[in-house]
Nanobody, 117 residues
Framework: QVQLVESGGGLVQPGGSLRLSCAAS????????MGWYRQAPGRQRELVAA???????NYADSVKGRFTISRDSAKNTVYLQMNSLKPEDTAVYYC???????????WGQGTQVTVSS
């Protein structure tokens, strides 16, 4: 049974930083792509960033230059370093995993990120 467990969300002031982590279990050979989506109240879930196990990355335009995705394939863990956070980054952030950038097979439960003064 595959599980994705997120951690690292919380409340931060504008301009601050947070680091999200997601540990995957239940699959010995890992996932080609792991990443993060987010969903703000009243809005659709949207891609934030994703990373292939070969190193290729994909970012939403709104986070380029502020967020960095990385992964430790040996630990089946993906990270999202979020800097220069803005109130519009407030959302529930969901870890995901799948075979390609365009197919998500598994989701985590989500972790709340709130950016507010």
């Amino acid at each position: 049974q595959v599980q994705l467990v997120e951690s690292g969300g919380g409340l931060v002031q504008p301009g601050g930083s947070l680091r999200l982590s997601c540990a995957a279990s239940g699959r010995a050979f890992g996932f080609n792509v792991m990443g993060w989506y987010r969903q703000a109240p009243g809005r659709q879930r949207e891609l934030v960033a994703a990373i292939h196990n070969g190193g290729r990355t994909n970012y939403a335009d709104s986070v380029k230059g502020r967020f960095t995705i990385s992964r430790d394939s040996a630990k089946n863990t993906v990270y999202l370093q979020m800097n220069s956070l803005k109130p519009e980054d407030t959302a529930v952030y969901y870890c995901n995993a799948g075979p390609t950038f365009f197919q998500v097979d598994y989701w985590g439960q989500g972790t709340q990120v709130t950016v507010s003064s």
